[in-house]
T-cell receptor, first 113, second 115 residues
Framework: GDSVTQMEGPVTLSEEAFLTINCTYT??????LFWYVQYPGEGLQLLLK?????DKGSNKGFEATYRKETTSFHLEKGSVQVSDSAVYFC????????????FGKGTLLTVNP | DSGVTQTPKHLITATGQRVTLRCSPR?????VYWYQQSLDQGLQFLIH???????AKGNILERFSAQQFPDLHSELNLSSLELGDSALYFC??????????????FGPGTRLTVL
């Protein structure tokens, strides 16, 4: 079945540091890939997505590239801010008989000033 | 604000009781999905409705049921509650019946505590 593996945190960085959160997946067919972010006490917000191989999703300085050959979708940001502190979830949707999202376990990011 | 609303925000109840969680999708969205978020299981898909019809079931217990009404709002009913049902329950909506590329927009969640 489908699965998502992402690096487990917590990850603690200083402001303006470079961020990478690794995400790899196993899926049938050609899934769409997503990064969602959950701020404390809130629901999940879509951060970015990519729907086919070699697509790059980007939003608010975050980027991730859909790499089919390595089944990966790593999240990166060149310079993090304190306001980026949140839990980040990698997810996939492979369609088929249902269109559920399969999530990784989430990575807690804390950015210190 | 995603446009998806969920009520109530918090729910505290006792074992053996029954509760109903409510979700209103974004305007124009026909699909509603329910997910459960717990510390040990993470985010798990429960069930998907499209335009009033059940489309897919995930790891949903028999004690749980859901429905989507003609006005497209959805309710998740949890009965014979156990301590282990304590979790955050999210509703999400999307435009179509399901395309893998569809974005699912999440509500703020209902935090259920079973004592």
């Amino acid at each position: 079945g489908d699965s998502v593996t992402q690096m487990e945190g917590p990850v603690t960085l200083s402001e303006e540091a470079f961020l990478t959160i690794n995400c790899t997946y196993t899926a049938t067919g050609y899934p769409s890939l997503f990064w969602y972010v959950q701020y404390p006490g809130e629901g999940l917000q879509l951060l970015l997505k990519a729907t086919k191989a070699d697509d790059k999703g980007s939003n608010k300085g975050f980027e991730a590239t859909y790499r089919k050959e390595t089944t990966s979708f790593h999240l990166e940001k060149g310079s993090v801010q304190v306001s980026d502190s949140a839990v980040y979830f990698c997810a996939l949707n492979s369609g088929g008989s249902n269109y559920k999202l399969t999530f990784g376990k989430g990575t807690l990011l804390t950015v210190n000033p | 604000d995603s446009g998806v609303t969920q009520t109530p925000k918090h729910l505290i109840t006792a074992t053996g009781q029954r509760v109903t969680l409510r979700c209103s999708p974004r305007s124009g969205d026909l699909s509603v999905y329910w997910y459960q978020q717990s510390l040990d299981q993470g985010l798990q898909f429960l069930i998907h409705y499209y335009n009033g019809e059940e489309r897919a079931k995930g790891n949903i217990l028999e004690r749980f049921s859901a429905q989507q009404f003609p006005d497209l709002h959805s309710e998740l009913n949890l009965s014979s509650l156990e301590l282990g049902d304590s979790a955050l329950y999210f509703c999400a909506s999307s435009v179509t019946a399901g395309a893998s590329s569809d974005t699912q927009y999440f509500g703020p969640g209902t935090r259920l505590t079973v004592l």
